[in-house]
RNA sequence: GGCGGCGUGGCCGAGUGGUUAGGCAACGGUCUGCAAAACCGUCUACCCCAGUUCAAUUCUGGGCGCCGCCUCCA
């Protein structure tokens, strides 16, 4: 049995074919630097950088593109709104992503791409369009004729028709149609500008993406993801201005929609304004958590990231956790072992189905936990089965995993530590009470202690 | 209004035409000085109504409800 995904082009699971035997090209919609990304953008990175990870994991030679879109009208009114350049502002909020996606785990990708340094391929991918006669320019600025273009609307299932039906914008008075969308925006004065043969201006967002992706991974690459929200318009514009510019089709093979992230009911969204930022909850909950919350539902459905999701992440990611600090290092992948991995590989082929990856990795963890309460940490049996449980991490929580487990248990301060030594004797002496009073103390600064057969344990919380 | 998705046990969340998801919570037990952790056991569901079928939670049709997109959005 193969990998087989979900394409949003057809509603259906497909044999995964790349274009490539052996490899794959893979492109994912970044952000628009103007500010800190919340819990919604962030789940999209984890969940691609997951299909990456087990791409990898499965033997492909996975090629990674993300973008930042560095210009925008929305980078120019924080620009003003901070006082600062948009260029100023791009490399603030690019710099806090970096940050942040990095504390996720999340691998950087192969090419990090930024529009304004390709402003020449959107150019003359903007021409070509032009002489082919698929886009038009008017008033400085060239806009994308979507009747033109036969396929307009395949992505969404949607039609023409369908579109014009539920229109609520007021169309810009130098559009042709009021669907036509802008692949180059003349400049206004003040805003950041490029030359170009239709005057100073930027590239409209989705040209940045067709243009960007098709130059490090040609025509026809694998892999495009991205939230379900960009389906319309953002990717099926994309697939317009790509395919009418090169002639060649399909852009792209696969294309893959993550869900969005509720919060009680309602989607988490800057317009709706409930957002909670990724940076907050990754210092209040960890990463590791944030990404198991991230996958605990399967990346084409919305996944809730309230109180209860919260507490459930919370619960595997300390199971893990605790596994981790008591059993010993991944030795040579058992039968057993082995036997996890297949069924975790059976889970990931379909579609990548990571609620059902995470609950192989549970029963490893709880079939490791019945080891070692019968024989102890150094049951045979126990470093095969770490190995299938290391693997399976490395893909799912990425190097967030051995990062926890070395730095969690980080040095015990004296002043605990004398706590510790002073319980210690005191339950050796069979005075309870005093130990009891001990571990409230204990507590009190946040230290958990839990005696195990091996000795005290200390828990930081 | 148009397009798409979903509705599973107290909760989160997979999945299947007849056979165990997994987790959380709860309860009982083992262990423990007591806890905690861990392990064992119990808890058995599939929105409603028709239809197809020997058999439907799973397929088809209708209904109800929820969500997303149609405007910037992961």
Known sequence: MGLVVTNTLTRKKEDFVPRDEGKVSMYVCGPTVYGDIHVGNARAMVVFDVIRRYLLWRGFDVTFVRNYTDVDDKIIARAAEEGLSSEEVAFKYSAAFDEVVASLGIAAPDHPVRATEHIPDMVEMIQSLIERGFAYEAGGSVWFAVDKFKDYGKLSGRTLADMRAGERVEPDPNKRQPLDFAVWKAAKPGEPAWDSPWGPGRPGWHI?????????????????????????????????????????????????????????????????????????????????????????????????????????????????????RDAPAGGKLSEEGRQFLNRFTEAMDDDFNTPVALGTMQEIIRRGNTLMGTSGPD????????????????????????????GGSDSPTAKIEELVEQRDRARKEKDFGRADAIRDQLKQLGVVVEDTPQGTRVVSS
Not at 381 to 403: C, N, R, Y
Request: overall charge negative; hydrophobic content about 40%; aromatic content about 6%.
């Open 379 to 406: 049951d045979p049996q126990l470093p095969g089965l770490v190995e299938a449980l290391d693997e399976i991490t490395g893909v799912l929580v990425g190097p967030v995993a051995h990062a926890q487990a070395e």
């Open 208 to 324: 940045e993406c067709s243009a960007m992706s098709m130059r490090y991974l040609g025509t026809g690459f694998d892999i495009h993801g991205g939230g379900s929200d960009l389906v319309f318009p953002h990717h099926e514009n994309e697939i317009a201005q790509a395919e009418a510019a090169t002639g060649e089709k399909p852009f792209v093979r696969y294309w893959l929609h993550n869900g969005m992230v509720n919060m009680g009911n309602e989607k988490m969204s800057k317009s709706l304004g409930n957002l909670v930022l990724a940076k907050d909850l990754v210092a209040e909950v960890g990463p590791q958590v944030m990404r198991i919350m991230a996958i605990a539902g399967s990346y084409r459905s919305g996944v809730d990231f309230g109180e209860a999701s919260l507490e459930q992440a919370t619960r595997v990611s300390e199971r893990l956790d605790s596994f981790r």
